[in-house]
């Protein structure tokens, strides 16, 4: 539906970068990455705010790079979500299709059918500023429905939302696109949007397209260790391969090696990136565990956060733990604390040598790169 074929924008000191990525029709498609790499921009340019200096933008195979934003089909919701303060949430809501010269009866109608939808009938005479956030947010999604669009673009929805609304907006957005069939191109840096709604993504950092796959594909096999850390894989242990055999290798981590489920040669270098969550401590008193890489360690810090808690612990390298605050007190896990450290060989997710970054070494607890 949508192809970007290496296209590049500057803007000032930043440059999106040769970007080519492909949206099909029907896609609930995620572009993430950190603050400043480019997301927004790139929704600029599918609703044609934005022209690219170099490459091509196709909707349905024809270049669009002459076709105004007005007549692209396209709802386009920002972040803030941009009403007309001197509208109400009703002249909001019509004012695409006012602008399309849409007869009148036709927009009462599809005003009034939007604001049933999404429960803001009682709304229709209010003044933006004098709504909720929520309030604002249906508001936005309802005025870019209301154009009938090929594709909606959601910038960052929501991020502004508290937990209660953000767990409704999540289901309404599930509905529209599973309804309607419509195709959502959603631009976030949260993780939790991308794997609660998400079928393909787009990783973009620095300006340039990082990796582009299912959500799933991508969150379980990050291409690069910079994606890696972004999709939260809190343990990145360089190491050497030692031996390999049958898709079974053995890793040097420096005073301890680790099973991994790769294929690699002998003296090659590699990085293992293991989740928090995937890692198991017990007390140092004997308990078995099925898990093929085990470990001694010493609990430097713990840090308590709600119902969950972050152990760093030392093996020889710091890696990160989390576990439950329940266990943390019946456990007795204070820094220093000796532990059994374990984790499978099939939760270790191995990146090539050839991805490795040469950027200085993140320090903090848990970060370890030897």
Do not use: W
């Amino acid at each position: 539906m949508i192809e970007f074929d290496r296209v590049s924008i500057a803007l000032g000191d930043f440059l999106l970068d040769e970007v080519s990525l492909s949206i099909q029709k029907g896609d609930y498609y995620f572009i993430m990455g950190p603050s400043g790499a480019g997301k927004t921009i790139i929704l600029e340019a599918i609703s044609g705010l934005l022209v690219p200096d170099s490459g091509r933008i196709l909707q349905e195979g024809k270049d669009v790079r002459g076709i105004p934003p007005e007549k692209r089909r396209i709802g386009l919701v920002y972040q803030d979500y941009s009403l007309f303060p001197h509208m109400t949430v009703e002249k909001n809501i019509a004012f695409g299709m006012k602008m399309r010269h849409l007869p009148a009866l036709e927009v009462g109608q599809q005003v009034n059918k939007l604001m049933k939808q999404f429960e803001i009938t009682h709304l229709a005479c209010r003044a933006p500023l004098t709504l909720s956030g929520g309030e604002q947010q249906r508001v936005a999604i309802a005025r870019a429905l209301a154009i009938d669009p090929e594709l909606l673009l959601l910038d960052e929805p929501l991020s502004a939302l508290d937990p209660i609304t953000r767990d409704r907006f999540i289901e309404e957005l599930r509905s529209i696109h599973r309804d309607q069939g419509l195709t959502i191109v959603h631009v976030t840096h949260d993780r939790r949007d991308a794997t609660s709604l998400g079928t393909r993504m787009a990783m973009i950092i620095d300006g340039r397209l990082a990796q582009e796959d299912r959500v799933d594909t991508i969150f379980a096999s990050p291409c690069s260790e910079r994606v890696a850390r972004f999709l939260g894989f809190e343990n990145i242990l360089k190491g050497t391969v030692m031996s390999c055999e049958d898709g079974l290798c053995t890793v040097d981590i420096g005073k301890n090696r680790v099973a991994v489920m790769a294929r690699a040669k002998p003296g090659s270098h590699i990085a293992l990136c293991i989740r928090a969550d995937d890692i198991t401590v017990l007390k140092h008193d004997g308990n078995k565990t099925s898990a093929r890489n085990i470990f001694d360690g010493t609990i430097i810090q713990k840090t308590i956060s709600g119902s969950l808690a972050l152990l760093f612990i030392d093996i020889g390298v710091n890696i990160t733990a989390v576990v439950t605050t329940k266990s943390v007190a019946e456990l007795a896990f204070d820094a220093g604390t000796p532990v059994c450290v374990s984790f499978k060989a099939t939760a270790v997710h191995v990146l090539p040598p050839q991805v490795f970054e040469t950027r200085n070494p993140d320090t903090r607890p848990g970060f370890s790169i030897t």
